[in-house]
């Protein structure tokens, strides 16, 4: 029996293979992982000052000096369109983060403790009667441009989402036979749902935050496009998009590349959620491709 049980945890492949196997999450990781790279070494990337104007360069089309064309004030797209990446990847991170941890504690407080569930999803609920990005916008026009309001407001906005996912994993952990175990030897609620609960409930929420910083990235861009998010001069993959809207007949380059920028991130951050998917569920393993 115990070499059978040996040889079965040889054969099976360890998360981190079955992740490495999936051509989805090879792809994805290709892409975010280009963006990221340029987003953190901008500095070194980028040939021009994102906010320096230069008029006599204004509309200058791609070429040797300006790769990506410049903009009406005579900006480098290619440096404002890194610098971009920059912010609206250092506002996704922060969003997912910390809708983990206000979905998290809501979602296991909710799914752990029958008297809070009634009340936490309701709120939930009522929260997520608004499409997420409308309530974004809302608040952050309520709140005033800036990258904390553009944050507090994609926080409110997807963790009524994270909560959700993560109230249904504590559901059924809760019931498990070494819980029931913990709580016949006396152990606290805390202990419990820290030690034997959250961590095997976490699961689904490490997926559900690469949809999350998806969300964040393309939400971003939105309140930017808008004029509710990060404050010009500041370089936005949406600000910037939002400036050339009125010349994409006489300079399309000013809003297609930080276009693709976005396209490419949200992108990869999908196929990255699918291989995580499929790594991590038990009943999607043998599907890994």
Not at 15 to 40: D, E, I, K, Q, T
Not at 91 to 115: E, K, Q, W
Not at 133 to 147: E, F, Q, R, T
């Amino acid at each position: 029996m115990a070499v059978a049980e040996a040889a079965v945890a040889v054969a099976a492949p360890s998360a981190a293979s079955r992740l490495w196997a999936h051509r989805s999450f090879r792809l994805g990781l290709l892409l975010f992982g280009l963006v990221l790279c340029a987003a953190v070494f901008a500095d070194w990337l980028a040939p021009f000052d994102p906010v320096r104007n230069n008029f006599r360069t204004r509309f200058a089309p791609p070429g040797t000096l300006f790769w990506f064309g410049a903009d009406r004030y005579g900006r480098d797209v290619l440096s404002r369109v890194l610098f971009g990446a920059r912010l609206s990847l250092q506002i996704g991170f922060t969003v997912a983060l910390a809708t983990a941890v206000a979905g998290g504690l809501i979602g296991a407080a909710a799914g752990y403790l029958p008297r809070a569930d009634g009340w936490l999803m309701r709120l939930m609920d009522a929260l997520m009667a608004f499409p997420a990005v409308l309530l974004a916008i809302a608040l952050a026009a309520a709140l005033g441009p800036s990258v904390t309001n553009a944050v507090i407001a994609l926080t409110i906005a997807y963790s009524p989402r994270t909560a959700r996912v993560m109230r249904a994993g504590v559901l059924v952990v809760r019931e498990f036979p070494f819980v029931e175990g913990a709580r016949a030897i006396g152990a606290s609620h805390a202990r419990i749902l820290l030690q034997h609960v959250l961590p095997n409930a976490a699961a689904p929420l490490v997926v559900q935050q690469t949809y999350v910083l998806a969300l964040a990235v393309l939400a971003e861009a939105v309140l930017s496009f808008l004029g509710v998010g990060p404050p010009p001069p500041t370089p936005t993959l949406g600000g910037i998009i939002a400036d050339g809207r009125d010349y994409l007949i006489e300079a399309p380059w000013i809003s297609l590349l930080p276009g693709l920028a976005i396209s490419i991130t949200v992108l990869g951050l999908n196929l990255m959620g699918d291989g995580l998917r499929d790594a991590l569920d038990p009943r999607l393993r043998t599907a890994v491709r």
